[in-house]
């Protein structure tokens, strides 16, 4: 069996600071440290491993990098592996340099640059030409942009001189800015039809914090976004819901109904 090495490489520069979601470059539970690293090349090398084949070295560092830090993070990981090799005397046919392509949830229409990334990840594997292969694992930023959420708003409020809509769903829906700690970017879409006797709970030209039904004030959706105008009974749909919703959602919390999901195709 093939096996690339997980190596947690120290990133002591404050390369990672700013980042959302750190996996490495500091203490954490993914990868091993460089010395473990080198304990394991001689344990691969020792009798008994022999249907272990070493092919080179993974490291996924971080989420969330522009493509010019991506690229320095990748250029470290491919000169540390390629010094790890020389060192070992063993060939580096792969190094995976992971994924964490930014997704700026603060705006929507940005996308990373993969024309510069995959230019300098081109001219990185030219200035190692014995690295086989440059693997990347590009994550949300496929996905996140092919997904949205919609939920209907229940109430709005206001409490202590700040607004709230309760809407019917949730974190347990779609988990992922509660995780992170960003606002969901989204869209009101009016429904004029209001079918109760008494007023409609209205919030205008205002911030307003985006909650879900749990009892937790966990339960952020959104954290004073600005609407125009929000309406128990509207709807609002949650644009880059495409990656890290439901499947890292706790559906279970409280057992409120699972939102139904459709698939659009092009019309063809
Ligand atoms: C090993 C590995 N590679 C790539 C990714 C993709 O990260 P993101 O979707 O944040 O870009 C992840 C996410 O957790 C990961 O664990």
Redo the contacts with the bound molecule.
């Keep these: 069996m093939d096996v690339l090495l997980?190596a947690n490489l120290p990133v002591g520069d404050g390369a990672l600071d700013g980042v959302a979601?750190a996996?490495g470059g500091r203490p954490t539970p993914?990868g091993m440290d460089p010395d473990r690293i080198e304990d394991c090349l001689a344990l691969l090398a020792s009798p008994g491993f022999e249907r272990l084949r070493l092919r080179g070295i993974?490291a996924?560092l971080a989420?969330?990098l522009p493509a010019t830090e991506l690229l320095r993070l990748a250029e470290r990981i491919v000169g540390w592996s390629a010094g790890l090799a020389a060192r070992h005397g063993f060939p580096l046919h792969e190094v995976n340099v992971?994924?964490?392509?930014a997704?700026d949830y603060a705006d929507p229409e940005a996308r990373f640059d993969w024309t510069a990334f995959g230019r300098g990840l081109a001219d990185l594997l030219d200035r190692h030409p014995a690295l086989g292969t440059l693997r990347i694992?590009?994550?949300?930023?496929l996905t996140a942009y092919c997904g949205w959420y919609a939920t209907e708003v229940l109430d709005v409020k206001h409490s202590h001189g700040e607004a709230f809509a309760v809407v019917r769903g949730g974190t347990h829906h779609l988990r992922t800015p509660a995780t992170r700690g960003h606002s969901q970017p989204f869209t009101v879409l009016p429904v004029d039809h209001w079918p109760h006797p008494w007023p409609r709970p209205t919030a205008t030209g205002t911030r307003i914090t985006v909650s879900g039904q749990l009892c937790t004030p966990k339960d952020v959706l959104a954290a004073r976004a600005p609407v125009a105008e929000l309406r128990a009974g509207d709807r609002l749909l949650f644009a880059m819901a495409g990656?890290?919703g439901w499947n890292i959602s706790h559906h279970e919390f409280l057992m409120h109904p699972r939102p139904s999901f459709h698939y659009l195709d092009d019309g063809a």
């Design positions: 997980r979601l996996m993914f993974h996924h989420s969330g992971g994924g964490g392509m997704v694992e590009p994550g949300r930023a990656a890290y």
